[in-house]
């Protein structure tokens, strides 16, 4: 079966960290670029991080640079979201995505229907 299943989503204090994980299963991630999305109750998916197959180019969004890391882990068939000094505004469901596709710069985090599969998401939840 074809899935990408995150975990590692909890309930933390600001302040803290969390490291969620992106698992693939039926298929290789390695040939797929990943992105992490998230949505806020109320608020519009929107991009955090993305990487490329070969972990050369990374993005983040403005919000969470120096805060988070995404890394991959091709031969367990695993992306990565590290999470540190999390914020009350980083609570939301966050997804991983793959895509086929290269999507150059920003438009990893635009073009959302280029993205092949999506993960059901996890729950991170900052209490201030």
């Known amino acids: 079966q074809v899935q990408l299943v995150e975990s590692g989503g909890d309930v933390v204090q600001s302040g803290g960290s969390l490291r969620l994980s992106c698992a693939a299963s039926g298929f290789s991630l390695a040939s797929f670029e990943v992105a992490w999305f998230r949505q806020a109750p109320g608020k519009e998916r929107e991009g955090v991080s993305c990487?490329?197959?070969?972990?050369?180019?990374?993005r983040y969004t403005d919000s969470v640079k120096g805060r988070f890391i995404i890394s991959r882990d091709n031969a367990n068939n695993r992306v990565y979201l590290q999470m540190t000094d999390l914020e009350p505004e980083d609570t939301a469901v966050y997804f991983c995505a793959a895509t086929s596709h290269v999507l150059v710069g920003s438009l990893c985090f635009v073009l959302t229907d280029r993205y092949d599969y999506w993960g059901q998401g996890t729950q991170v939840t900052v209490s201030s």
């Open positions: 990487v490329t197959r070969d972990v050369t180019k990374t």
